[in-house]
């Protein structure tokens, strides 16, 4: 099925999921949305984070794609609310069971993340379910993403950002931590610098290994060698994803911006 892959995030940060579609599915065709102009969803409303989420499901839909995964922790965490004609694929499940089986023996798992993700719970409510003897220390780390998303240049100000995420956690004597924002991995390199014990957990990386067994599974998967295409999508300045995407490394044909129509 050469209908592409739909992946939807708040900005920047669902490139990183991007970066493991090229790389565990190197035929597949993606079409990506940044709501970039509204983010960080983190302080948006449940409310207001649904419709948002909702509309870009439809852009993207109207796209034709055949799958979409959702990047973004703050819309996972409303996941049950989204209207969509395709399959969703959330990240918070998979960044628990990916965080349980790596912190095998250990009691406390961190977790960083917008406020909204923070504060909804779904970390510490998915992981009883997959692993109740692990209980998770959680820090709102809602200034970062705005910082990745457009002033990664600025190191004082993000070392210092990451410092303040972290540093709470840390001395918590965690050893394993779940980047709970889609941003997060794209300074993963500046994480280890300062904390080089600590195993840092991509839910994106288990995420797009479930994507792949499920188009695997239902025949849905593109077998037709030739060009593929990545298109990107953003409702805002679209060179504010040049540095990620140089970054990350990724193939890119496509970079627009567009509007997304909304009672804002």
Known sequence: MQKAIGVMDSGVGGLTAVKQIQQMLPNENIIYFGDSLRMPYGNRTYQEVVEYANAIIEFLEKKEVKAIVIACNTVSSQITKLQAKVPLFG?????????????????????IATVATVKSGIYEETMKKIAPDKKIIANDSSRLPKVINSQMENAILLYMLIKESIDPIYKEDVQTLILGCSHFPIIEKEIKTLYPSLRLIDPAVRQIKELKKYLEQNHMQNDKQGAKYTHLYTTADMFEYVASIKRLELKLNKLEEVKLFLND
């Open 91 to 111: 990240i918070v499940e998979y960044g628990c069971q990916e965080a349980a089986e790596a912190a095998k023996g250990e009691k406390t798992i961190g977790l």
